[in-house]
T-cell receptor, first 115, second 111 residues
Framework: GAVVSQHPSWVICKSGTSVKIECRSL??????MFWYRQFPKQSLMLMAT?????????EQGVEKDKFLINHASLTLSTLTVTSAHPEDSSFYIC???????????FGPGTRLTVT | GDSVTQMEGPVTLSEEAFLTINCTYT??????LFWYVQYPGEGLQLLLK?????DKGSNKGFEATYRKETTSFHLEKGSVQVSDSAVYFC??????????FGGGTRLMVKP
């Protein structure tokens, strides 16, 4: 149980275009979803926290107009990287939690390459 | 703010060697502590956790003890296998269910 999927697993896009990444909890309802960014050989940096039906809370330094997060249902959250640039190339990981004090279950990640 | 520091890798060991990956933390209050493992091409998986001082988390032969006096949560395994090769992340969770991760330590186990 507690499986989280991400789609796509990897994507290549041209500079200036937008890319949408999906995060789904497959066998539980996720009250809260988290989006992280992982640079090569570095740790995960929390980008934002989203609760179903409400606006995401972004960490300091993360541009909310560039990284659009939607958590429209209890099993799906999306991250849209708008007007992507090469510096946005990274590994994006989501996690989902059934409740505010519960375990986070991580997706396999999405590798984004912007050319 | 909260922070987690863990030893830099890579750590290279021979099969059946003893493993220690150091982790120390800085946090207000009484955080829960975690070790996550990331196998190549996969997402993070919870390896073990401890929620209060002196608790010992254990799983798959790995163990770590929550030491409040030294603010540490070192990961140990008595005999590593090639299949343990992965990146290991120490993390803490404080209020609000937010995780703060260490930098990760890559473990390479050679046959």
């Amino acid at each position: 149980g507690a499986v989280v999927s991400q789609h796509p697993s990897w994507v290549i896009c041209k500079s200036g275009t937008s890319v949408k990444i999906e995060c789904r909890s497959l066998d539980f309802q996720a009250t809260t979803m988290f989006w992280y960014r992982q640079f090569p050989k570095q740790s995960l940096m929390l980008m934002a926290t989203s609760n179903e039906g409400s606006k995401a809370t972004y960490e300091q330094g993360v541009e909310k107009d560039k990284f659009l997060i939607n958590h429209a249902s209890l099993t799906l959250s999306t991250l849209t990287v708008t007007s992507a640039h090469p510096e946005d190339s990274s590994f994006y990981i989501c996690s989902a939690s059934p409740g505010t004090a519960d375990e986070q279950y991580f997706g396999p990640g999405t590798r984004l390459t912007v050319t | 703010g909260d922070s987690v520091t863990q030893m830099e890798g890579p750590v290279t060991l021979s099969e059946e060697a003893f493993l220690t990956i150091n982790c120390t933390y800085t946090a207000t209050g009484y955080p829960s502590l975690f070790w996550y493992v990331q196998y190549p091409g996969e997402g993070l998986q919870l390896l073990l956790k401890a929620t209060k001082a002196d608790d010992k988390g254990s799983n798959k032969g790995f163990e770590a003890t929550y030491r409040k006096e030294t603010t540490s949560f070192h990961l140990e395994k008595g005999s590593v296998q090639v299949s343990d090769s992965a990146v290991y992340f120490c993390a803490l969770r404080n209020a609000g269910n937010m995780l703060t991760f260490g930098g990760g330590t890559r473990l390479m186990v050679k046959p």
